[in-house]
């Protein structure tokens, strides 16, 4: 989760991150939205692996009976 957040808002070798395009250009408001639209992003992606561990879980514990 760290890592995904880190590239989001930094970037990577391939892709350019939100600093560089929004580099000091947010106010308080903007930069506060943007802080809670990152966080339930997060919280959603955590929930989607729990849920694609737990299928990947049912999944096998039904192929070995």
Not at 18 to 25: R, S, Y
Not at 34 to 60: D, G, H, Q, S
Request: aromatic residues 12%; glycine residues 4%.
């Amino acid at each position: 989760i760290y890592a995904v957040h880190v590239i989001i808002i930094y970037g990577s070798a391939w892709i350019p991150g939100f600093d560089m395009i929004l580099h000091k250009k947010m106010n308080v408001i903007e930069s506060s939205l943007a802080a809670i639209l990152m966080i339930v992003l997060m919280m959603w992606m955590v929930v989607l692996i729990e849920k694609y561990k737990l299928y990947k879980k049912n999944k096998f514990a039904a192929v070995e009976i």
